[in-house]
């Protein structure tokens, strides 16, 4: 017999049953990740199925939990694995013959284990993409300005509409100017890959003013691709040309920037040859030389410094070695006039075979005693590194102590042959010189001390040039021919000319690179040169007086 059952309201059992699915409708629908999910999904990366992998990856990187960037790092690098005896995800590191196992949720250290207890995670190209869009997507929300920065700059590439929204999210929190900024044109550059029609064309409207050559060609892919729509490739071939044009400027730029740090060598080297060549009319083979020894006197001072000082003052060993530098390359520069330049005034030929010939034995002395191998100089940390003077064009700060110094080094020898007696007596013996001596004038020691002077200068010239290249026995030779150039272009004696000389020449070249190359450019401002000087063999700033014009 069967009982018949009341119609009407539910009963007890029927609310039960309604809460109790309520309940499980809960657990299993979709939600949002949180810290909760960590081991789930870690637990999910050791499947089979690349997909679940895949969608683990995304929702990890949606996590903001600081465990799942070591997870995916480790996941990324191969060290991610699944323990067999536990079934526990692991994150491996070779200790000898075994592994060593951390737990890749709670950092619990596992213990050891050979290579055969435990197997391998295993990633594809697709996984390490979707990798890196997770940990851009972490590392965005981080405490440190650098990694949001770097991650900002790295999330146009992981083109997802989740990025889009981390973007925006992230934008709303972000007080870092420069952070903001990398994340507005990051979030433009996805919505170009993502967006509708419109937000493309508000993007390429916000990445017009950049000047990232990435983003050029990605706008002039856009503009160029035949399925992109007609209004959204006008917008990006104006944008592509704007910043093309904006790259060229930079270049330019960049160009006139490097022809001035050039030229501010060759004003160093050939301040020194502008004296004893200029005011003496000693052709000095030997002055590449003196530029040497004052290079391998900044290597000596740096390694007294390295050996005998703390280390917190080793910055000074190069404010150290100018003086220095400048005493025993001017020592040599005096023993050398004093020994064998006295005895060959008036004879060009012989003065130029006898500087030759010391040349090349300075340079054997030097390769006896340091050997033949370049030897490095190091930057102090207060000339390390560059700062960025528009988007792309950077400026290393070695080059610009370095035009500096040879702006302060031109200075002070223009102060002292035009303010100081000894400059009086050097102008008096060049333009003559026997009535400088009829007058008391000792023109011998005047001589030594000038001679001593350029050779100086140049010994100075050395130690700024140690910092921007290694220092060896030949370094002097690359830059002789050079500044003769300067010396004879400039206008022989005149330190205007060397100036305009040494700045034209390197500002030339620089500009003559990117269309006929180094070499090329080299040759044509040398028969430029040659051309001029038939026109005007004074040069561009000739000097005057009696014994010149004579």
Not at 68 to 89: H, T, Y
Not at 109 to 126: C, F, H, M, P, Q
Not at 345 to 369: D, F, H, K, N
């Amino acid at each position: 017999m069967v009982r018949a059952t009341r119609t009407g309201r539910p009963g007890y059992g029927f609310f039960v049953a309604l809460l109790a699915l309520l309940i499980f409708g809960a657990t299993i629908g979709p939600h949002s990740a949180s810290a909760a999910d960590l081991p789930e999904l870690v637990k999910t990366l050791g499947s089979d199925d690349f997909s679940e992998k895949d969608g683990a990856i995304k929702a990890l990187g949606e996590l903001g939990d600081p465990r799942a960037i070591v997870v995916l790092q480790a996941l990324a690098a191969g060290q991610l694995a699944v323990v067999q005896e536990s079934q526990k995800v692991a994150i491996t590191e070779a200790t000898g013959d075994d592994l060593k196992l951390t737990d890749a949720v709670t950092g619990e250290d596992l213990g050891t284990v050979a290579e055969d207890a435990i197997d391998r995670i295993r990633v594809n190209n697709r996984l390490r993409s979707s990798i890196d869009g997770a940990m851009s997507a972490l590392q965005i929300f981080s405490k440190s300005p650098e990694q949001r920065f770097a991650a900002s700059r790295d999330a146009f590439r992981t083109a997802t509409p989740a990025m889009a929204a981390t973007l925006e999210k992230a934008l709303t929190t972000e007080t870092v100017p420069a952070v903001r900024d990398a994340m507005a044109r990051s979030l433009a550059a996805v919505r170009l890959k993502t967006g509708t029609s419109a937000e493309r064309t508000q993007a390429i409207a916000t990445l017009a003013s950049t000047t990232d050559p990435e983003i050029a060609g990605m706008l002039r892919g856009l503009a160029d691709a035949g399925d992109t729509p007609p209004d959204v490739k006008r917008a990006a071939e104006t944008a592509a040309q704007a910043i093309e044009r904006k790259l060229k400027m930079i270049s330019v730029a960049g160009n006139l920037i490097e022809g001035i740090s050039l030229g501010s060598v060759l004003l160093l080297a050939a301040i020194g040859l502008a004296i004893t060549f200029g005011l003496m009319g000693v052709i000095n083979m030997a002055h590449g030389e003196m530029i040497m020894l004052g290079a391998y006197t900044a290597y000596v001072v740096q390694e007294l410094f390295r050996a005998f000082l703390p280390p917190g003052i080793f910055g000074l060993y190069l404010i150290v070695a100018i003086p220095v530098a400048f005493l025993v390359a001017g020592a040599v520069g005096v023993a050398l006039e004093r020994c064998i330049i006295r005895f060959l005034y008036g004879r060009p030929l012989e003065t130029l075979l006898a500087t030759w010939g010391i040349s090349l034995m300075l340079q054997q002395l030097v390769r006896s005693v340091f050997g033949a191998p370049n030897k490095a100089v190091a930057n102090p940390e207060w000339m390390t590194g560059g700062f960025n003077v528009i988007g792309g064009l950077t400026v290393t700060w070695n080059r610009v102590y370095i035009i500096i110094f040879c702006f302060v080094v031109l200075a002070a020898l223009a102060v002292t042959l035009s303010r100081t007696s000894y400059g009086l007596y050097v102008r008096a013996v060049m333009q003559n010189r026997p009535i400088a001596s009829v007058m008391g004038i000792a023109t011998a020691r005047i001589d030594a001390l000038t001679f001593g002077l350029g050779s100086g200068i140049a010994g100075m010239a050395g130690v700024a040039l140690s910092q921007i290249g290694n220092v060896s026995p030949n370094l002097g030779t690359i830059y002789i021919v050079d500044s003769f150039l300067v010396v004879v272009f400039g206008g022989v004696g005149s330190l205007m000319g060397t100036l305009v000389g040494a700045m034209g020449i390197g500002i030339v070249n620089k500009l003559l690179e990117p269309f006929a190359g180094a070499i090329l450019g080299k040759i044509v401002v040398l028969v430029a040169i040659i051309l001029f000087i038939q026109k005007r063999p004074r040069g561009l700033f000739a000097l005057k007086g009696r014994s010149v014009e004579a």
